[in-house]
Nanobody, 124 residues
Framework: QLQLVDSGGGLVQPGGSLRLSCAGSGVTLKYYAIAWFRQAPGKVREGVSVIRRSGEDTSYADSVKGRFTISRDNAKNTVYLQMNSLKSEDTAVYYC?????????????????WGQGTQVTVSS
């Protein structure tokens, strides 16, 4: 079965850090652009960051620029989202997704596979 497995969420205080992981199961991630999306309670899902196949082309939502870093480790078939200086407004369920066309887009319809989501809660 082809799937993405995202993990690493949890409860953290404001200003703290978390690292999310997106692992491929039956899916070789190096052939895909990988994006992280998030959905906060009562809000629509939004794109947070994307990394293209090359690993060198990345983009970030304005709300997370300078605080989040996306990276990929092809040997481990995993993509990471390092989140620093977390704020309460970062609280959401985070999902990774894979795009075989490598568009770098945040349009959800572009994505072929999705993780199940991991909860991130930033609270004191």
């Amino acid at each position: 079965q082809l799937q993405l497995v995202d993990s690493g969420g949890g409860l953290v205080q404001p200003g703290g850090s978390l690292r999310l992981s997106c692992a491929g199961s039956g899916v070789t991630l190096k052939y895909y652009a990988i994006a992280w999306f998030r959905q906060a309670p009562g809000k629509v899902r939004e794109g947070v960051s994307v990394i293209r196949r090359s690993g060198e082309d990345t983009s970030y939502a304005d709300s997370v620029k300078g605080r989040f870093t996306i990276s990929r480790d092809n040997a481990k078939n995993t993509v990471y989202l390092q989140m620093n200086s977390l704020k309460s407004e970062d609280t959401a369920v985070y999902y990774c997704a894979a795009d075989v066309l490598d568009t770098g887009s945040y349009h959800e319809s572009r994505y072929d596979y999705w993780g199940q989501g991991t909860q991130v809660t930033v609270s004191s």
